[in-house]
């Protein structure tokens, strides 16, 4: 149900397939019966439970248009013990297609004018992007380039949208967020016309909602209907497939371009550039231990050349992945964002591995998360999969840890890690490779042994205890209110002895 709930929010395509108890025992409390159309109906797009042999061709058809059509999600088939040994009949629809799901693929051209008009007029305007422009295919991630080119305006992106647009661009403004750039922040909370494609205003992104960006008009591109509107209220609806709406928004502003002044958004650019001067991922590295953030840099240095996917599980370490590891194309970055699922990251990078037998895959994952699936090192032996496991280990639950120093009064309960296994020796006994670095000097040499094996690895990268995530916007707080690390000038807010943000 977890994994279910997972790629129902982050908007993931999956067939789920279960097995159930004889139609003549449902409802009797039969041994391992259990209501899994009950217990899914709230996490999944659509569930059905197969009475009949004869159907389950149909509705196999079915469920995988339902699954990823409109906005992808996941689909439950629940199957009973008799139709499954069943003999049936196959057989395919003439139209796969659901009887009352029609999701809507062409934009409203109304609703186009009018959103090209706010972005014309706009002074200080700002494109606010989502996974959604990643779950429409590469096609909607070049359309989104192509409209940022033609407008000039900056661009930024939740975590799920990271890819979509190239991270080199000097109009990328970098991830939006709790933990996102300085500039992407202000600029949200600043911004006088916002265009929002393929996000859903999600409470990581937007804060405070009476403090979310208030003085700017909102645009929202979205196929789900039910997504606009429901958090935040935006002046222009647009409902159609993220690429056919960048397309036809491109197409209007084409369409009025010798009306249309650029000129005017210079002087938000140069505010833009004064935020950016701030360095907010700006770290210190020390002479030995190995800073979480440098690892991660490292890595990136010595992957960029390759066909790299990369795939975390949660907490400090998926922030550090985010902002530290720069993605110039689409669908390069796996990460669990709605939910937030510690054990994430290892499966996911076998099941990026089958389908990219050739490319790198790399779980940048934390020591906590990472024991939560290390179970799975079996199957990635079993099926001969060189999957690369990045583990920055500070013997903590990181993220649980800066939490309870920031708001808890430093009462660290059940977030310190002491009895972890060794990681070079788990590898060893699975049969994969083991490798652990524990200074900065040998870092280099630990990726670069890592990415040459061609078996399982598990890399045990021992990190700074102590580093935080840095910025962080508190929980319930605006954009605007952004921390910054302690390691800046320290105009922004007072320090504590322990070299934490007072808030």
């Known amino acids: 149900v977890t994994g279910i709930t997972d790629a129902l929010m982050d908007s993931i395509p999956m067939i789920v397939l279960t097995g159930q108890v004889p139609t003549t ?5 039969a041994f391992q019966e259990c209501d899994t159309v009950g217990i899914t109906r709230h996490c999944t797009k659509h569930n059905y439970l197969v009475m009949d042999p004869d159907r389950l061709g149909p509705i196999m058809h079915e469920a995988f248009h339902i699954a990823t059509h409109g906005r992808p999600g996941p689909v439950v088939i629940d199957i009973p013990k008799n139709v499954q040994v069943a003999t049936g009949t196959y057989t395919v629809p003439e139209i796969i297609q659901h009887n009352s799901y029609r999701p809507q693929i062409e934009p409203d051209a109304d609703a186009i004018a009018a959103a090209i008009d706010l972005i014309a007029a706009a002074e200080r305007p700002v494109f606010y992007t989502g996974g959604g422009v990643i779950n429409a295919g590469p096609d909607a991630s070049a359309a989104l380039r192509q409209l940022v080119s033609l407008t000039g305006a900056p ?16 109009k990328w403004l970098g991830m939006l967020g709790m933990h996102g750039t300085y500039e992407a922040n202000m600029a949200m909370h600043d911004c006088d016309v916002m265009i929002c494609i393929g996000a859903r205003f999600d409470d ?30 935006v002046d222009v609806a647009i409902v159609g497939d993220a690429e056919n709406s960048l397309n036809a928004l491109s197409a209007a502003w084409r369409r009025r371009s010798n009306t249309v002044s650029r000129e005017k958004i210079e002087p938000w650019w140069a505010q833009i550039r004064e935020w950016q001067k701030k360095e907010s991922y700006r770290f210190r590295q ?15 240095e010595a992957t960029k050349h390759l066909d790299t996917y990369i795939t975390t599980d949660v907490g400090q370490h998926q922030m550090w992945a985010a902002q530290h590891f720069p993605f110039d194309k689409p669908l390069r970055w796996m990460t669990s964002g ?10 996911a990078a076998i099941g990026v591995q089958i389908a990219h037998p050739e490319a790198t895959v790399v779980c940048i994952s934390g020591d906590a998360s990472w024991v939560m699936n290390m179970q799975e090192m079996s199957t990635a032996m079993q099926y001969g999969l060189p999957v690369k496991s990045f583990i920055l280990n500070n013997s903590y639950m990181g993220m649980v840890r800066q939490w309870q120093d920031f708001f808890h009064g430093q009462r660290h309960s059940q977030s310190y890690m002491d009895a972890l296994p060794d990681f070079v020796k ?7 490779v083991g490798l652990r670095a524990t200074t900065i000097d040998e870092l280099d040499g630990v990726i670069e042994a890592m990415l040459r094996s061609d078996r399982p690895v598990i890399a045990d990268i021992v990190v700074e205890r102590s580093e935080n995530v840095y910025p962080m916007i508190p929980g319930g707080a605006a954009h605007n209110e952004i921390k910054l690390s302690p390691e800046d000038d320290g105009s922004h807010e007072a320090i504590s002895e322990e070299g934490m943000v007072l808030v």
Do not use: C, W
């Open 25 to 29: 025992l449902i409802g009797t409390d």
């Open 338 to 347: 709605g939910l937030g699922t510690m054990g994430y990251g290892f499966p």
């Open 286 to 300: 020390g002479s030995r231990t190995i800073k979480p953030q440098t690892a991660v840099r490292r890595l990136y």
């Open 426 to 432: 788990l590898a060893e006994a699975f049969g994969g």
């Open 204 to 233: 990581r992104v937007t804060g405070r909602v009476d403090g979310f960006s208030p003085r700017s008009k909102k645009i929202h591109v979205d196929i789900d209907p039910s997504s606009i509107n429901k958090n935040v209220g």
């Open 155 to 170: 661009i930024t992106s939740t975590l799920m949208g990271l890819g979509a647009f190239p991270a080199d661009d000097p």
